[in-house]
C-alpha cells in the first residue's frame, strides 16, 4: 500500500501524530510519502520507505499572501501520478482535505482518482472551522472525504453539533509508543529539584487556551503547601505571563525553571510527579496520554476528550475549567500522599497502554484498507451504471 500523508509539519498534536502514524507504517512495510510545507519535526527520513514533498510556493509581488492552497494541491496531484499512490490521508480539514478534493478533481480530468481519509484533530473544528470565513469550506471538504476519523468522542460530538455532517464518523483515538519510556538515562532528578521536593510539570506550545496562568497559579498554591519546583516546557506567546508572574512573584523564580523546547521530553516527564493540563479546550489531550505513558498522574480540566484520557481518581483528577482552587486542592492532596502517588503512576501507566501504537496502529491499517475496497466497489458500479 502506498499512502500520502498530508500535514502540519510543527509540533503541534496533529503533526506529531501524523509523523507517528506515518513512520510507523513505514516500519511495516508500507510506503509513506509527506507532503507539507517543511519537514515534519520528528520524521525520520532515513527510513527507506518514508519519502518527503516540500511543498514550494512562488513569491509573486501580486499576492499580498502567498497561494499556499493551490501549491499544496499541486504538489498532491503531482505525487499521486508519480508514485502511484493508493490512499491520501489529510490530518486537518484546512487546508489538507479542502487541497486535496481540489487535487482528487484535477486527477477526474485525467480518469483518475483516489481515495481521502480526513482526520480531524481538534481546533480545525472547534476554533478555526466554525469561523464564517471558513466554515462551509471545512463541512464541504469533511462532506467530500471518503472516510472520516477524530481523535476522541468528545470531537465527534462537536463536529457532528457544528457541522451539517453526512457521513459516518469514526473514532480512532491518538496513540503512545510505551517502548520509549523504557528507562530514563539521560537526565538525573538532582538537575531538577532535591529529595525533598516533588517536581510539577507543564508542556505546550503556550498559547492562550492552554490557561498558563492556571499553571502558575496552581503551582503558586501548592508550593505553600508541599515543597516543589515546576518544569514548563514549551515556547509561544504566553511567555510573557509567566515573565510578567515571576516579576510578582520573586520568591518563586529559582522554583520554576523554563526550558523552552527540548529533545528529551519522555526522559524529564518520568522525573516529575504531576502533570498540570488546565486547558479550556482540547480534542484529545495527547500532552496528557504521554505524560501517563512515563508514570506521571495528570491534574487537568475536564474540558473535551481529557476525561476520555484521564480517569478520575484513578490516573489523577479532573475540575472544571478555570477551578485552580479545585486543581490546587486536587495536587496537594496526590503529592502529600506518597501512598496515592505511587497508586497513581501505575495507573496511569496503565491507562497509557490502552492507547499504546500496538493496539492502535491495526485499526488505521484496517481503515485505509476498508477505504480503498469501498472505494473500488463504488468505481466498479459506476463504470457499470
Known amino acids: 500500500m502506498k499512502i500520502g500523508i498530508l500535514c502540519y509539519p510543527t509540533y503541534g498534536g496533529s503533526g506529531i501524530v501524523a509523523t507517528e502514524l506515518g513512520m510507523s507504517l513505514a516500519d511495516k512495510g508500507f510506503e ?38 493551490i501549491a499544496l494541491s499541486s504538489m498532491i496531484y503531482r505525487v499521486v501520478n508519480l508514485y ?16 486535496a478534493f481540489t487535487a482528487k478533481q484535477m486527477l ?36 467530500q472525504s471518503d472516510t472520516i476519523t477524530s481523535v476522541s468522542q468528545s470531537l465527534k460530538k462537536d463536529t457532528l453539533q ?31 529539584a532535591s529529595d525533598d521536593e516533588k517536581i510539577l510539570i507543564h508542556v505546550s506550545n503556550l498559547r492562550p487556551v492552554k490557561r498558563i496562568q492556571d499553571v502558575l497559579e496552581i503551582f503558586k498554591n501548592v508550593n505553600k503547601k508541599v ?41 524529564i516527564l518520568q522525573l516529575s510527579d504531576v502533570f498540570l493540563l488546565p486547558s479550556e479546550q482540547e480534542s484529545f489531550g495527547l500532552a496528557a496520554l504521554e505524560a ?64 499504546d501504537l500496538k493496539n492502535i496502529l491495526p485499526i488505521y491499517i484496517e481503515m485505509y484498507q476498508n477505504t480503498i475496497a469501498k472505494f473500488e466497489e463504488a468505481k466498479l458500479i459506476n463504470a457499470g451504471n
Open 227 to 267: 515543597k516543589s519546583k515546576l518544569i514548563i516546557i514549551g515556547e509561544g506567546p504566553e511567555m510573557e505571563k509567566i515573565s510578567e508572574f515571576m516579576e510578582n512573584n520573586p520568591d518563586l523564580i529559582g522554583k520554576i525553571k523554563l526550558l523552552g523546547k527540548v529533545n528529551n521530553l519522555y526522559h
Open 292 to 355: 501517563m505513558a512515563a508514570r506521571t498522574p495528570v491534574i487537568s480540566s475536564n474540558a473535551g476528550g481529557i476525561p476520555e484520557v484521564n480517569i478520575q481518581g484513578e490516573t489523577g483528577f479532573l475540575a472544571e475549567t478555570g477551578n485552580v482552587e479545585a486543581m490546587s486542592n486536587y495536587c496537594i492532596k496526590l503529592l502529600s500522599d506518597e501512598t496515592l502517588l505511587s497508586e497513581m503512576k501505575k495507573n496511569a501507566k496503565a491507562q497509557a497502554i490502552h492507547f
Open 32 to 69: 509513506v510519502h509527506f507532503i507539507s510545507s517543511a519537514l515534519p519535526a520528528r520524521l525520520d527520513v532515513t527510513n527507506p520507505n518514508i519519502f518527503f514533498h516540500k511543498v514550494n510556493v512562488q513569491t509573486y509581488p501580486l499576492f499580498q499572501y502567498q497561494p499556499y492552497d
Open 84 to 99: 502511484k499512490l493508493d490512499i491520501l490521508h489529510a490530518h486537518y480539514a484546512i487546508p489538507y482535505a479542502y487541497a
Open 108 to 143: 477526474k480530468a485525467d480518469n483518475k482518482d483516489i481515495p481521502l481519509v480526513t482526520t480531524l484533530h481538534g481546533t480545525d473544528i472547534t476554533l478555526v472551522g466554525q469561523h464564517p470565513s471558513y466554515k462551509h469550506a471545512v463541512e464541504f471538504s469533511i462532506n
Open 162 to 192: 457544528f457541522f451539517n455532517i453526512q457521513k459516518e464518523i469514526q473514532v480512532i483515538t491518538n496513540f503512545i509508543d510505551n517502548s520509549v519510556f523504557d528507562d530514563c538515562k539521560t537526565c538525573q532528578r538532582e538537575q531538577f
